[in-house]
């Protein structure tokens, strides 16, 4: 199976701050990495996929870089609303394995 | 509006069995494959099972194989997992997960509130 690996785990950062979170898949993907936002007692949502294409409705703050191997999340002007955690996950192949998640706090 | 709403979760014994079902609502639900995604509260997200639009592909996590089986209801807009031999780590919320294409897994795109499964003696 492949192994998704994400840093860091959690993060502190204050509104306007630019925030980036690393996932790593353990072979290349190509691009077949999707992004998930998560916010407490609610589903994930589904915000990138083709680890660059933003979902309809999104808010074009967060963007979506990589491919291969190293993809990276990144929100250009954190906003209060973006407190959650965030996975990726692959699905290059089977099973289609999340990252552990990166919890994002607001300072 | 798109929805997805699972029901069947509970208390079960160890050994127990459960069958959880989801009814789909707001789009074709014949146009998409369909996942069952699980996550013990405070944890992450485990992928479980893939069902494709006509039922025609299925898969699972290995740590379920044998004890899981996906079955899908087109006519009725209905997705089922049928749990059997539970073990206790398998308590967890079980989201229902809409696939964007018709053979996943790609991009899980709809998401349900999640059926929690508890099995405990």
């Known amino acids: 199976d492949i192994q998704m690996t994400q840093s860091p785990p959690s993060l502190s950062a204050s509104v306007g701050d630019r925030v980036t979170i690393t996932c790593q898949a353990s072979?290349?993907?190509?691009?077949?990495l999707n992004w998930y936002q998560q916010k407490p007692g609610k589903a994930p949502k589904l915000l990138i996929n083709?680890?660059?294409n933003l979902e309809t409705g999104v808010p074009s703050r967060f963007t979506g870089s990589g491919s291969g191997t190293h993809f990276t999340l990144t929100i250009t002007s954190l906003q209060s609303e973006d407190a959650a955690t965030y996975y990726c996950?692959?699905?290059?192949?089977?099973?289609?394995?999340f990252g552990p998640g990166t919890k994002v706090e607001i300072k | 509006e798109i929805q997805l709403v699972e029901s069947g979760g509970g208390l079960v014994q160890p050994g127990g069995s459960l069958r959880l079902s989801c009814v789909a609502s707001?789009?074709?639900?014949?146009?998409?494959?369909m996942h069952w995604v699980r996550q013990v509260p405070g944890k992450g997200l485990e992928w479980v099972s893939v069902?494709?639009?006509?039922?025609?592909?299925?898969h699972y996590v290995a740590s379920v194989r044998g004890r899981f089986t996906i079955s899908r209801d087109n006519a009725r807009n209905s997705l089922y997992l049928e749990m059997n031999s539970l073990r206790t780590e398998d308590t967890a919320l079980y989201y229902c997960?809409?696939?964007?294409?018709?053979?996943?897994?790609?991009?899980?795109?709809?998401w349900g509130q999640g059926t929690t499964v508890t099995v405990s003696s």
């Open positions: 997960v809409r696939d964007s294409l018709t053979v996943g897994p790609n991009a899980m795109d709809v």
């Open positions: 707001g789009f074709k639900f014949n146009d998409h494959g």
């Open positions: 069902i494709s639009w006509n039922s025609g592909s299925k």
């Open positions: 072979q290349n993907i190509r691009n077949y």
């Open positions: 083709d680890a660059s």
């Open positions: 996950q692959h699905y290059y192949d089977l099973p289609p394995t």
